[in-house]
């Protein structure tokens, strides 16, 4: 970042490390800097954004930023956004999650995050429990303080991260 201040994939890259090590407030301006850089290709740096807007409330921020991430990647994301449009935030994170689960191959850390983002604690659990048994590589990004922080609670996400050899 200091040799290229404005290389996004650099900057978004820097985002995620901020992010994982829980220095959120450091990591929006920079995930935002990379996205007005380049907004076609920054993917992390929509996650980043999407989550940020999440927990500070502001949902229609966030839905944005997921639009972003799947509006070409997700055949039905209409649904999804019928489903903001007509029932608020958590719906259309539950819609979303649905959707994914057709197609599961590498995906169960993202349904357990929008089950999660919709409420659905225990789905989310299951989904996370699901990419351990099918070894997803994002796993570990179960435990970033910024994901899942819901799920603490849970007996089943501190075993999942035992299990992992992850810190809790």
């Known amino acids: ?52 807007y999440f927990l500070d409330k502001k949902y229609d921020k966030s839905m944005e930023m997921t639009e972003k991430l799947f509006e070409h990647n997700l055949e039905n994301f209409d649904e999804v956004k019928s489903a903001f449009k007509e029932n608020g935030y958590e719906a259309a994170m539950l819609r979303l999650a649905e959707l994914l689960q057709k197609n599961p191959t590498n995906q169960s850390l993202i349904i357990a995050k929008y089950y999660n983002l919709a409420g659905k604690f225990a789905e989310a659990m299951d989904w996370l429990e699901k990419g351990y048994e099918f070894h997803d590589v994002d796993m570990p990004y179960a435990f970033l303080p910024i994901n899942m922080n819901t799920l603490r609670s849970d007996p089943r996400y501190k075993a999942l991260a035992d299990k992992m050899n992850l810190p809790f």
């Not at 290229?4 to 929006?28: C, H, Q, R, W």
């Not at 935002?32 to 290709?41: G, R, T, Y």
């Open 1 to 52: 970042v200091k040799l290229d201040p404005n290389n996004s994939f650099a900057l978004g890259l820097y985002a995620v490390v901020l992010m994982g090590t829980g220095n959120i407030e450091k990591a929006i301006p920079v995930s935002k800097k990379a996205a007005e850089l380049n907004p076609n290709m920054n993917m992390l740096t929509y996650k980043i954004l999407e989550n940020y």
